[in-house]
């Protein structure tokens, strides 16, 4: 009798701690989630569910420009290295989130008027030390982010400006020097379906790819809008010509803005659990799609400040998006 109880005892203790990243594991996904540092540094709460339910982490904004050299030639990395240190404890990949922005910039950068040559040289030692800071701890970078236009084309952002097109080439052989074994990606978003957008960075991967330039692959942010959701057949069609050129994909900000849903909150969470498992599953479909990550853990500390994006409610209570992801990674 003792030994069954035991037993008992151990099957529901097994079978209720078995987080997404156990059941993804077996279907070769990756499962991860960016990081509030506030909370990650004085909430159980949330570092349960990390070490529950993820085996990657990514820096919300602990790892930007702004953070990591805020003056010119003085670098930080406390923040980084915090995060470093939890995920090697617990065992997990990081995810390193960005190299190259416009965004989040320090001052000394957008102050700074800097010509063609002095501007390569902050792009190139940004790039190099901050990469060879993190060498052997982060398995994949975001070298650059956000850099194609939503109406079309290249962004005109501080980088392309003054350096030109081929920023983002220098930029990934700059990354690819400084740490040889970390993935490098490019990274964007509205660029998950076949529109203008993702065509653009198609063809610049393409071109990447042809002149030899070390890329990886391509993250699709999707942050996905509720009441405009992406076609999942031509997420699907992305995901199959970057593998083409024998890019990897990563879901690297999934999130749902569910502002504007007309109808009632278990409506609302019903269909953005529905968008959850459609990604999860066309992910789980591509070869190329090796990773989701959820940008932010709970719906209280979400950047889109309202609705349900994430998988837990403000209490940490899963949301039906959460059961819905579980359901796509069990085949269900
Ligand atoms: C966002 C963070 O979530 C916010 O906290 C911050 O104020 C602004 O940046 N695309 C990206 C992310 O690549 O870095 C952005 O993160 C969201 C959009």
New binding site residues.
């Given amino acids: 009798m003792k030994n069954q109880l035991i037993l008992l005892g151990l099957l529901i203790g097994t079978s209720s701690a078995q987080g997404l990243k156990d059941l993804a594991a077996p279907r070769n996904l990756d499962v991860g989630a ?1 990081i509030n540092m506030f909370q990650l540094m004085d909430n159980p709460d949330y570092t349960d569910i990390l070490e529950k339910d993820f085996n990657v982490v990514v820096a ?2 602990a790892m ?1 420009m702004d953070a990591s050299q805020p003056q010119r030639g003085e670098f930080n990395f406390a923040l980084g290295d915090l995060l470093s240190s939890y995920a090697q404890k617990n065992n997990m990949k990081l995810r390193g ?2 190299l190259l ?1 416009h ?2 910039v320090p001052k000394w950068m957008t102050d700074g008027n800097f010509g063609k040559d002095e501007l390569e040289e902050v792009m190139k030692n940004h790039i190099q030390t901050v990469a060879s800071h993190y060498k052997g701890r982060v398995y994949a970078w ?1 070298v650059v ?2 850099a194609i236009s939503d109406s079309g084309g290249m962004r005109d952002t501080l980088w392309r400006r003054t350096l030109g097109d081929d920023f983002i080439a220098r930029a990934f052989r700059y990354a690819r020097e400084a740490d040889p074994n970390a993935k490098l990606f490019y ?1 964007d ?1 509205n660029s998950e379906t076949m529109n203008r957008k993702s065509n653009d960075i198609f063809e610049m991967v393409k071109k990447l790819k042809a002149d030899g330039v070390p890329i990886d692959g391509v993250g699709m ?1 999707m ?1 996905l809008t509720l009441v405009a959701p992406p076609s999942i057949t031509e997420i699907q069609q992305n995901m199959k010509r970057l593998e083409g050129l024998g890019l990897e994909v990563h879901i690297t ?1 999934f999130d749902v803005r569910t502002t504007g849903f007309m109808g009632t909150v278990a409506e609302r969470n019903a269909a953005t659990a529905k968008l959850y498992k459609d990604v999860v599953n066309v992910c789980l479909q591509a070869k190329n799609c090796t990773t989701f990550i959820v ?2 853990v709970t719906d209280g500390q979400s ?1 889109l400040k309202a609705g349900s994006p994430l998988m837990w409610d403000a209490f940490f209570k899963p949301n039906p998006a959460y059961f819905a992801v579980q359901e796509a990674l069990q085949g269900k």
């Fill in positions: 960016a919300e904004n930007k989130h960005t922005w965004e989040q975001d982010n956000e990274n978003y942010q942050h900000e940008w932010g950047w």
